[in-house]
């Protein structure tokens, strides 16, 4: 069964630094768009990051920008989210999302993706 799992969530201080993966089986990452995107308690899901069908075009959020960078490893078939400077703010469960489109580029808009991972906690506190 065709399925994302996210990993590396964890409980760190702020100012530190993790590594969030998102690992698909039974289908290829490969030219897909790959979305993270996260919701704190209370809050609706927001999106903040993706990635080009090519991987030439990788889009973020002003609130992560600087601070996440995505990746990709095709022979593991993952996407991975490093994530440094973090703050209490970042604090929320962080997902992965799969986007079946042909579009050139990515958004990183909730409604426009198909598949999810179950999502990873982060917590961001002293």
């Known amino acids: 069964q065709p399925q994302l799992v996210e990993s590396g969530g964890g409980l760190v201080q702020p100012g530190g630094s993790l590594r969030l993966s998102c690992a698909a089986s039974?289908?290829?990452?490969?030219?897909?768009?790959v979305g993270w995107f996260r919701q704190a308690p209370g809050k609706e899901r927001e999106g903040f990051s993706c990635i080009s069908r090519t991987g030439g075009m990788k889009n973020y959020a002003e609130s992560v920008k600087g601070r996440f960078t995505m990746s990709t490893d095709k022979i593991k078939n993952t996407v991975y989210l490093q994530m440094n400077s973090l703050k209490p703010e970042d604090t929320a469960v962080y997902y992965c999302?799969?986007?079946?489109?042909?579009?050139?580029?990515?958004?990183?808009?909730?409604?426009?993706?198909?598949?999810w991972g179950q999502g990873t906690q982060v917590t961001v506190s002293s």
């Open positions: 999302a799969v986007e079946f489109s042909r579009r050139l580029g990515c958004r990183y808009e909730v409604h426009e993706f198909d598949r």
């Open positions: 039974g289908f290829t990452l490969d030219y897909q768009i």
